[in-house]
């Protein structure tokens, strides 16, 4: 069993910058796709970022394309969001996913396995 666990959230003024990390508990994932995915009350999971950990591919949501930067670090076995430029409405629980998919999904239902969940809150 896969397990995930996010660090880095908080609160932010409109403008800023945070930093989330996500750190897995094993080492296999040659055959994986990372991503980051948003939840704010009342609405569904959305998809932000997501990253091949074989050979660094990213895909993002329009919502956050050129503030948003999704990368992993092979030895901490880590994947990391980059957020600039944050605005309110990115106020949400961000979940770090991992999916056994050799291509890059936004598609919440093919990931396996989820972190918990770190609040991030933007105040304008």
């Known amino acids: 069993q896969l397990q995930l666990v996010e660090s880095g959230g908080g609160l932010v003024q409109a403008g800023g910058s945070l930093g989330l990390s996500c750190a897995a508990s094993r080492r296999t994932f040659s055959g994986y796709t990372m991503g980051w995915f948003r939840q704010t009350p009342g609405k569904e999971r959305e998809f932000v970022a997501a990253i091949r950990w074989s050979g660094g591919g990213t895909y993002y949501a329009d919502s956050v394309k050129g503030r948003f930067s999704i990368s992993r670090d092979n030895a901490k076995i880590t994947v990391y969001l980059q957020m600039n430029n944050l605005k309110p409405e990115d106020t949400a629980v961000y979940y770090c996913?991992?999916?056994?998919?050799?291509?890059?999904?936004?598609?919440?239902?093919?990931?396996?396995?989820w972190g918990q969940g770190t609040q991030v809150t933007v105040s304008s």
């Open positions: 996913a991992a999916a056994q998919r050799l291509y890059i999904t936004t598609s919440r239902g093919e990931y396996d396995f």
